[in-house]
């Protein structure tokens, strides 16, 4: 078992910043590529950024390309994405996930998810 536990959300203005965390315990979190993953009020889940797991690959949705950055400290068991500029469009939950093939943007290729946590981002 993996358990993810998200941090990091909260209120931010429209063109600020925030670092989201995604911390694990269990299972060797090295063996896994992690994804983070978000959900805004009546739309469906979309995929973030994903990266590999030994932190030297990266993919990005095409709308969070140039202002988000994933990274991982495996000895430290996190994930971490870096949100810049930030847009009221990118208010939503965001929730990290833990899967064994890379990049993928359907939940069936994930064994674990987080709770999430929410961003709201003020115009």
């Known amino acids: 078992q993996v358990q993810l536990v998200e941090s990091g959300g909260g209120l931010v203005q429209a063109g600020g910043s925030l670092r989201l965390s995604c911390a694990a315990s269990g299972r060797i979190f090295g063996n896994y590529h992690m994804t983070w993953f978000r959900q805004a009020p009546g739309k469906e889940r979309e995929f973030v950024a994903a990266i590999s797991r030994s932190g030297g690959v990266t993919k990005y949705a095409d709308s969070v390309k140039g202002r988000f950055a994933i990274s991982r400290d495996n000895a430290k068991n996190t994930v971490y994405l870096q949100m810049n500029s930030l847009k009221p469009e990118d208010t939503a939950v965001y929730c990290c996930?833990?899967?064994?093939?890379?990049?993928?943007?359907?939940?069936?290729?994930?064994?674990?998810w987080g709770q999430g946590t929410h961003v709201t981002v003020s115009s």
């Open positions: 996930a833990a899967g064994t093939g890379f990049g993928r943007a359907d939940a069936a290729g994930y064994a674990y």
